[in-house]
């Protein structure tokens, strides 16, 4: 499961860059872990009634200067941690996105899923621009057994 994408909100808090994409109908969120995409449609479009994805379907607005995204549809599989804390498919997660500082943005996640936990709780954290010359999104790709092998071979 290491090397699943990571889902909403871990993929967020990585250690991996993102990149944010603004168009009029969608933000573009693309991670560099594992080429993880993910899209908040911004055309005010309802949720799926039967699909689950690996990092949720997002649907967002803007409230002032923050993105607010609604994000549902999660399949159960990914993770919050490498520990393997967990959810259910119905967790829900509203998230606030605020630029607090030329280059900072504020995040906030907020988690309800009843059939894991007693009641909602909220992460928050700052995520911080890259400002290096010419950076850009490298193709990071996750090998799950390679500390393993790395062990056998010594």
Request: proline fraction near 6%.
């Amino acid at each position: 499961n290491i090397c699943y994408i990571p889902g909403v909100p871990r993929v967020m808090y990585l250690s991996f860059p993102i990149q944010i994409v603004q168009t009029p109908k969608f933000v573009l969120m693309a991670s560099e872990f594992a080429h993880t995409l993910r899209r908040v449609f911004m055309d005010g479009s309802k949720h799926p009634d039967i699909a689950l994805f690996w990092i949720g379907d997002s649907r967002g607005h803007w409230e002032g200067e923050t993105l607010v995204v609604d994000t549902a549809n999660n399949l159960s599989d990914t993770w919050f941690d490498r520990s393997g804390n967990f959810h259910s498919d119905a967790l829900h997660i509203t998230e606030r996105i605020t630029r607090t500082e030329p280059d900072i943005l504020t995040y906030q996640a907020t988690l309800e899923d009843p059939q894991v936990f007693t009641r909602p709780w909220t992460i928050r954290m700052l995520l911080y621009r890259h400002k290096e010359p010419n950076l850009q999104l490298l193709e990071y790709e996750c090998n799950a057994y390679l500390e393993d092998a790395e062990k056998e071979n010594k």
